[in-house]
């Protein structure tokens, strides 16, 4: 401060109304503050009374793990920080770099180095894998070349591997018409269809449509016993039946009775929709009609044949 008060006058007032008692208490203010002229030269700072504030030193920082990338343009920065250095306080001394001061960290601008991301397994260039063969096995009545060959194969083959007999077509070399049962009845003599009540009954119905009876083939879609058959031996069945109709080639197969019709044609059609229709067995021209040896009784379903079924098949000619 270049000039500096007289407080002569105030500390009279103040020492006159502490030696007065409550009756000679002034209430007013009578003192002003007048200036004088300072013995100080205006160039030099007076002494200053007071003792000197000891400086504070600022506490280290705890040491830090990560310390984050200096920016990338640091100009900017370093001459703001240049132009304000002066205004700064006496008081006011930059911190010590908490990596400094600690002597386990001797570089203050280091950063730890990033821990190395674990290499990604790469697949060897040299090794290919394979891709899987599927092998598929042909049957040996696939290979047979005769028919008498394709039923010699069927014997050796798993489906009919407890076979005691394998029952083989009858009939003449290319039928005009090949009669299809499910199997050969228990009891009844094979070999011989045609001369069985329920074989003479095809004699005549055929017959009545102009088909002669040495013209009439009849064979069986499992050659043994009846037994349950699974949907895989029923593929394999159907399979065979392929390759057998390769060898007769029939004008016209026969199928007689519904469980017969699903075990040929699956169970993706419908039997009371088809029945007496126009229908095809891989390349063979096929008709499904209602089961032969319950027609031999029934006149209602030896009705419903002539008069219904054969008639829808277009295949037939009724007389």
């Known amino acids: 401060m270049p000039e500096e008060f007289d407080f002569s006058e105030l500390r009279k007032y103040l020492q006159g109304q502490m030696d007065m008692g409550e009756e000679d208490l002034l209430l007013d203010e009578p003192w002003t503050l007048t200036r004088k002229k300072s013995a100080v030269p205006a160039g030099a700072r007076p002494a200053n009374p007071m003792p000197p504030i000891p400086q504070i030193q600022p506490r280290p920082a705890a040491p830090a793990f990560s310390q984050p990338s200096a920016p990338r343009n640091p100009a900017p920065f370093s001459t703001f920080a240049q132009s304000q250095a002066p205004a700064q306080s006496a008081f006011q001394q930059p911190a010590p770099s908490a990596f400094g001061a600690s002597p386990a960290f001797p570089q203050a601008a280091s950063v730890a180095p990033a821990r190395p991301a674990a290499p990604k397994p790469q697949a060897d260039a040299g090794l290919t894998i394979a891709p899987r063969a599927v092998k598929k096995t042909t049957a040996a009545y696939e290979l047979a070349d005769s028919i008498g060959a394709f039923y010699d194969a069927l014997k050796t083959d798993a489906l009919y591997a407890r076979a005691t007999n394998v029952v083989r077509y009858e009939g003449p ?19 011989n269809f045609f001369q069985s009540p329920t074989g003479e009954m095809l004699v005549r ?4 449509l102009g088909y002669a009876p040495e013209s009439l083939g009849v064979t069986y879609f499992y050659k043994d016993a009846p037994r349950a058959l699974s949907p895989i031996l029923l593929a394999s069945l159907r399979r065979m039946l392929t390759k057998e109709l390769s060898f007769i080639a029939p004008e016209i197969m026969i199928t007689f009775g519904e469980p017969l019709f699903y075990d040929v ?14 229908l095809d067995f891989n390349g063979t021209k096929t008709v499904s009609l209602v089961d032969a040896f319950a027609m031999t009784t029934d006149k209602q379903l030896k009705w419903l044949t002539w008069k219904v079924h054969i008639p829808r098949s277009g295949l037939f000619t009724a007389k």
């Open 173 to 191: 070399e290319h039928p005009r018409l090949l009669v299809l049962l499910a199997a050969p009845k228990p009891g009844e003599p094979t070999g």
């Open 265 to 278: 044609f699956s169970k993706g059609k419908n039997f009371n929709d088809l029945a007496g229709t126009a």
């Open 205 to 208: 119905l055929f017959g009545s």
